[in-house]
Every structure is written in C-alpha cells, then in structure tokens.
T-cell receptor, first 113, second 109 residues
Framework: EPEVTQTPSHQVTQMGQEVILRCVPI?????FYWYRQILGQKVEFLVS????????KSEIFDDQFSVERPDGSNFTLKIRSTKLEDSAMYFC???????????FGPGTRLTVT | GQSLEQPSEVTAVEGAIVQINCTYQ??????LSWYQQHDGGAPTFLSY????GLEETGRFSSFLSRSDSYGYLLLQELQMKDSASYFC??????????FGAGTRLTVKP
C-alpha cells in the first residue's frame, strides 16, 4: 500500500540554524500539508499546498517557514532560523483530489537546543 | 476564529460502546473528519462527514449535525487496541484542516 514517507525521522539542531524537513507524498496525490504536534498536544495545521502554490497557511506559518515542491516527488518544509519553541513532531500529509482522507507520514521529530 | 471542543479523556471497558463528541465553531466549513493516533504514531483517518447524518465504517460510526455544529464518533465492541487519542478535525474552504485537542480513550479489560 502506498504511504507518505518523511526524512529524517529525528533532527537535532541548534537555535538559529536552518532546517529542511523532507516528505515524499503518495504519488498520485495532489494536495499536500504540513502539521506540527508539540508533545502531548494537538495536531496544529501549518500549511496546505496545491498546484505548486500555498492554498492556506496558519498563524504559526510566519516568515521563518517556507515550503517547496522542488521536483515531482518531494515536498519540503524549511525553517529558516529555528527557535526553541519549534521543537515538535512535524507531520507531512497528502490526499487525492475529490477524496477527504489525508494520509500522514510517520513524522520528523525536531529538537532545537 | 476557529475552535473545536471535545472531551479530554474517556474510559470504557472492552466490548462496550463509547461516544466522543465534538462541537465546533469555524469561519468556513467543508466537513468533519475523525483521526486516530496511537502514542508515538501518526494520525490515521477514520471517518468523514460532509452532510448531516450517520456514516458507518465497521465498528466505527460518525455523525454530523451542521445546524448544531456538532458531531460525534461512536466506537462499538471496544477492543484494547482502540486505546488511543481521537481527534475531530474541521476542513475549511481553503484546503486547511484544524484539529481539536483530542480525546484520550482508555479501554480497560
């Protein structure tokens, strides 16, 4: 069964450094998403992406964040200058057109020290 | 703004039926989804309602009343493996999805 993959599974970085989280959505899906989840808390929407542009972004997704689909398979989230409060699990998700269920990847645990 | 309310914790015994309620206030509404998340895992899709009424998928059913901004997830014949967190989520008109805080379900023998 096709699945969303994410790399790395765990990323440790120092405050102020840039990080890029990578995702490979399911191949025939057209809608892509990034979420984050601070340990023990709810899943928070960051951004959605369709047709090579951002559809919607939350108040969390400020100028420090950017997304890109550099080729036909990868979808990346960049955090330009990480803060301690960016430490969280970051989930990528994708869905097919005219379907509502989103398929989540296993997540990247980001630790900012 | 947007807000979703669901109980923080529910406990039930194996074989029982449990209902997890969700009320929402959103500026745009496209549908109500339910996701399950086991500790350390990723959310997995359970159910979706765009229209009023009941959707059934095996042991799980989900209900929506748009006029009441209310929905619920019904889990029947509870099994130990159903112990997890359950999130309701509202899809908006701009391809976003906002999650509730989650309900932690504990199933006891």
């Amino acid at each position: 069964e096709p699945e969303v993959t994410q790399t790395p599974s765990h990323q440790v970085t120092q405050m102020g450094q840039e990080v890029i989280l990578r995702c490979v959505p399911i191949s025939n899906h057209l809608y892509f998403y990034w979420y984050r989840q601070i340990l023990g808390q709810k899943v928070e929407f960051l951004v959605s992406f369709y047709n090579n542009e951002i559809s919607e972004k939350s108040e969390i997704f400020d100028d420090q964040f950017s997304v890109e689909r550099p080729d036909g398979s990868n979808f990346t989230l960049k955090i330009r200058s990480t803060k301690l409060e960016d430490s969280a699990m970051y989930f990528c998700a994708s869905r097919a057109a005219s379907r509502y269920e989103q398929y989540f990847g296993p997540g990247t645990r980001l630790t900012v020290t | 703004g947007q807000s979703l309310e669901q109980p923080s914790e529910v406990t039930a015994v194996e074989g029982a039926i449990v209902q997890i309620n969700c009320t929402y206030q959103t500026s745009g509404f496209y549908g109500l989804s339910w996701y399950q998340q086991h500790d350390g895992g990723a959310p997995t899709f359970l159910s979706y309602n765009a229209l009023d009424g009941l959707e059934e998928t095996g042991r799980f059913s989900s209900f929506l009343s748009r006029s009441d901004s209310y929905g619920y997830l019904l889990l029947q014949e509870l099994q130990m493996k159903d112990s997890a967190s359950y999130f309701c989520a509202v899809g908006g008109n701009n391809n976003d999805m906002r999650f509730g805080a989650g309900t932690r379900l504990t199933v006891k023998p």
